[in-house]
């Protein structure tokens, strides 16, 4: 089977020069990729720290966060990614409840911690330039390879676990489905605390391939961005839906600026199919593909490429045939999810990992907590079981109130948040973006939306307010910022 340490060798090995890493302002060969993690492994393991204990890395989309990515696993430890954009109470909590070793840095951290910190480039300065390690110490098979932590509905965060078996499996999985063997760049989005980014990280660097990262900077500067991109020569491209919907808005933003660009793979939301109408318009040479899977399952466990005919038939596309193997609707409607790449389970958290991912037959499986259904030989998303609130009475799914507001032809995008007082939802606000600028009062177009409205929603489902935007936010990840607009709408 597949090793993903060893097949990144290889490529160190035969094309030493080639570039594993670029952003628009750093680079990283696989030769420097291959050599500095061995002196940063080799340093790691002076330390004595118990095998397996969790490593956390702190930083943002620099070429030296891969070094220690690499690093931390040759010297058999589990890497904790955290981005520099992670409030400080979040990361002592992830601090604490890893029980990590120590936190290997790539940017300044500005904050007191109970725990070793030791900056990546200080290290690499002090240590041995002639180290060789062997592979008896890499992560492997049931070893934790990495550890992503999710929001809980408590509040607190999930460790999720990934095993290097598990790793495995999603590559192979990739590189099977996806046209990634012809040699490319590959675009990275996410933020490595994202799991998204173990899509086009892996991937890229098992088959010798360039990523090309862009920082959270660029993303914020949109002139920035585009120059960026249109000298990254990007061939494989992965976000988030909402990410491409903000690049939308650029109307130079198509095949004649990214020549290249011929995969789409998006991950994470709902893909509209307006969204895919326009990529389609305006990378006639690209194809598209839908991805679904949560961190618990490594990354993305189906896929549905994205056809003319397949937009034309559904409202809404789907996220697997009915034909995967690994995923399965059980009665109540939830999706489940089997198969090689279902995590070890949450770290530290015995309850929670028994009730998520209990053992069938033998095999543990992954309770998504997606609700789904079957149609025409396809598998449909429709919401979150725990996306239902309670309002007056009434039990509603918030996305399906998105849903029908989105399909009216004034609007662009659309997201409802409930509205609270002292914990109680009091009403709905939906923040929207219009096709064309607002002319004249808003309080006109409120009234017309929710005319439009009321032939598909009953009354006590249409928001009370409307508030219009020039663009949806974006959390660092690249999806919705859900929870900044909740909190804009706090009573």
């Not at 936190?103 to 910190?117: D, K, R, S």
């Not at 676990?161 to 989005?189: C, K, R, Y």
């Not at 960026?228 to 933003?253: D, G, H, I, Q, Y």
């Not at 508030?467 to 690249?478: Q, R, V």
Request: glycine share 6%; proline share 6%; with cysteine.
């Amino acid at each position: 089977m597949l090793s993903i340490l060893a097949a990144i060798e290889r490529v160190a090995i035969q094309q030493p020069q080639k570039t594993a890493y670029q952003t628009h302002n750093a680079s990283l060969t696989y030769s420097e990729l291959w050599h500095l993690s061995d002196r940063l492994a080799d340093y790691l393991m002076k330390l004595n720290l118990r095998r397996q204990q969790p490593i956390v890395i702190y930083g943002h989309m620099s070429p030296l966060q891969i070094v220690a990515f690499i690093g931390a696993v040759k010297a058999g430890h589990p890497y904790v990614p955290v981005d520099s954009s992670t409030p400080s109470e979040r990361l002592q909590l992830i601090t604490e409840a890893s029980g990590a070793g120590l936190i290997l840095t790539t940017e300044l951290l500005q904050m007191q911690m109970n725990l070793p910190v030791m900056a990546v480039h200080d290290i690499l300065d002090a240590s041995s330039k002639d180290v060789i390690l062997s592979s008896a110490t890499w992560v492997q098979g049931e070893d934790i390879h990495y550890i992503i932590y999710t929001s809980g509905s408590t509040g607190q965060p999930k460790g999720v676990q990934i095993t290097a078996s598990n790793l495995t499996h999603f590559v192979m999985w990739m590189q099977e489905h996806f046209p990634l063997q012809e040699d490319g760049v590959f675009l990275n989005q996410a933020p490595y605390s994202f799991d998204l980014s173990v899509m086009d990280l892996y991937p890229a660097l098992v088959g010798g391939h360039t990523l090309y990262a862009i920082t959270q900077q660029e993303i914020a500067n949109p002139k920035a961005l585009f120059d960026s991109l249109a000298t990254s020569n990007t061939r494989v491209w992965t976000s988030t839906p909402s990410f491409a919907k903000m690049c939308l808005m650029n109307k130079e933003w198509d095949q004649k600026l990214m020549p290249a660009l011929d995969t789409f793979l998006f991950c994470g939301e709902v893909l509209p199919i307006a969204v895919c109408n326009e990529l389609m318009l305006r990378f006639p040479q690209a194809i598209i593909y839908n991805l679904y899977g949560p961190t618990e399952t490594t990354v993305a466990v189906s896929y549905v490429k994205v056809t003319k005919e397949l937009v034309a038939r559904f409202e809404q596309l789907p996220i697997a045939p009915i034909t995967e193997p690994n995923v399965s609707v059980a009665e109540d409607g939830e999706i489940i999810i089997s198969g090689p790449t279902v995590s070890a389970g949450y770290l530290g958290a015995p309850k929670l990992t028994a009730k998520a991912f209990p053992i069938v037959d033998g095999d543990r499986i992954y309770q998504t907590g997606d609700i789904g259904y079957v149609q025409d030989g396809y598998l449909f998303f429709s919401g979150r079981k725990d996306f239902q609130v309670k309002l007056h009475g009434y039990r509603l799914e918030i996305e399906e109130i998105e849903k029908q507001i989105n399909n009216l032809p004034p609007v662009s995008s659309c997201v409802v948040v409930p509205v609270y007082k002292e914990k109680e939802i009091i009403s709905l606000s939906a923040h929207i973006v219009l096709r064309e600028p607002l002319t004249g009062a808003a309080f006109k177009t409120t009234k017309q939306l929710k005319a439009l409205l009321s032939a598909y929603l009953p009354a006590y489902m249409i928001p009370k307010t409307f508030k219009y935007m020039d663009a949806l936010p974006l959390n660092p990840n690249g999806k919705v910022d859900r929870k900044g607009l909740a909190v804009m709408e706090t009573v």
